[in-house]
């Protein structure tokens, strides 16, 4: 994965698009990948989570096929597939078609009938990396053919939307936070949602002194492997034992008097969310504040959590968080912690920007020296969720 971008924009889209389909697009759509600040494996526990919109994006054009049927291209050279309406919101191959499938399917299911469409797939959003790329996909793709089709479609449906095909199109059991960031991400600020009623609210993060810095692990996650869903199902365990619908309704007091009931594993997962809940609200306070000594101590106190507690860090992973604190620049990170569903990805941390060049060339170097994989990093501000690049009138 290299997160140095190339970036896309409807000048490269347009003649790309005319050559391979021989007409204009009728609507360009992007999404955005996302980085998770603070508040990991508690969407699917009913919990807080702290993500902002990356400025990385994937980009859909769209218009109606004169063929009558489906043609769907990647813009990186792969071939043209061709499928009739029917089959279009089925599942089948190759792979990366279920993303549009899905949506296709989950559209249709909400009354709105999607035409055979000509679509040109790209994205800058690196994959495998953590920084969910799918959500992008799935959200450009719905944001595409709600405006092709001529529809409103709020963004938070559009999430649901997007987090649906996951489910039933590709197999992972994610929670809401990657697809609604996706959708409803804001330029220059983070956001903070409650996974219990899909509330939210804007933070912004405008300092200019305070940069926010991803490395990449160079260790490719998928959350089809099986950890994710494990996961998921320790914390239904848990609920089951301590009888609530949610690990929301938990605090660390019932935690700690029922931990002979729960066994280490079910305490240990729980006490994870109990607590990632609570530093969302500390960190999200930091932010309000520009406190970020305090938010530093959030995300670290998360990393810890997420690598004891949950098990769902790994070697490489630490590796890098363990630098944040070792190299000569140390003192210029307020906090470093893993970011989204885990066993690899990136990292993110927040790092004063007068030294986040420097911070990012030890980091990196370190990295090299310790496991020696060569790795790379963005310094990143929060971009905007997805919307439309272009339209015809
Ligand atoms: C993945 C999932 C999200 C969330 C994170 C962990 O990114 O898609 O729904 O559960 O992992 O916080």
Redesign the pocket.
């Known amino acids: 994965m290299d997160l140095e971008q190339r970036s896309i924009n409807v000048d490269s889209l347009l003649p790309h698009y005319e050559r391979y389909f021989g007409h204009s697009p009728t609507v360009i759509a992007a999404a955005p990948g996302r980085v ?1 600040l603070i ?6 526990n009913n919990g807080f ?1 702290l993500p902002m919109a990356l400025e990385m994006i994937n980009a859909v054009s769209v218009a109606p096929s004169p063929t009558g049927k489906h043609r769907w291209v990647g813009a990186l050279g792969d071939s043209i597939i061709e499928l009739s309406p029917e089959e279009a919101s089925q599942t089948g191959d190759p792979f990366w078609s279920n993303y549009v499938r899905g949506v296709v399917c989950m559209l249709e299911r909400r009354g709105v009938k999607v035409p055979a469409v000509d679509m040109l797939v790209d994205s800058n959003v690196p994959r495998g990396g ?1 920084l ?1 790329s799918s ?1 992008a996909f799935e959200v450009s793709v719905c944001t595409a053919l709600a405006a092709l089709c001529g529809v409103d479609i709020s963004p938070t449906e559009r999430a649901l939307i997007g ?1 649906q095909t ?1 489910h039933e199109f590709v197999n ?1 059991p ?5 697809q609604f960031i996706s959708a409803n991400g804001k330029k220059d600020h983070a956001l903070m949602l409650d996974c219990k009623d899909l509330s939210y609210q804007y933070i912004p993060m405008t300092d200019p002194d305070v940069s926010v810095l991803v490395i990449d692990s160079a260790v490719k996650h998928s ?1 089809a492997d099986g950890g ?1 869903a494990a996961r998921r199902r320790n914390c239904e365990e848990a609920c089951a034992v301590l009888g609530v619908e949610s690990l929301r309704e938990v605090s660390l007091n019932m935690l700690e008097a029922n931990k002979t009931k729960l066994g280490d594993l079910c305490y240990r997962r729980a006490r994870h969310v109990v607590g990632e809940n609570l530093r969302v609200a500390n960190f999200a306070k930091a932010l309000e504040e520009g406190d970020w000594e305090a938010a530093g101590i959030a995300m670290r106190g998360s990393h810890a959590s997420l690598r004891d507690d949950f098990e769902v860090s790994c070697a490489e992973v630490d590796t890098l968080v363990g630098l944040s604190y070792t190299i000569p620049s140390a003192e210029s990170v307020y906090g470093a912690r893993m970011a ?3 066993f690899g990805g990136c990292i993110v941390a927040l790092v004063k920007s007068d030294a986040v060049e420097q911070v990012a060339h030890e980091m990196l170097e370190g990295y090299r020296e310790a496991l020696g994989i060569e790795t790379t990093y963005i310094v990143t501000r929060p971009g905007q969720g997805a919307h439309l690049l272009f339209q015809e009138q």
């Open positions: 998770n508040g990991e494996h508690t969407d699917y989570v953590g969910s959500a987090q996951e992972v994610c929670g809401i936070m990657d959350l994710y989204g569903g885990g």
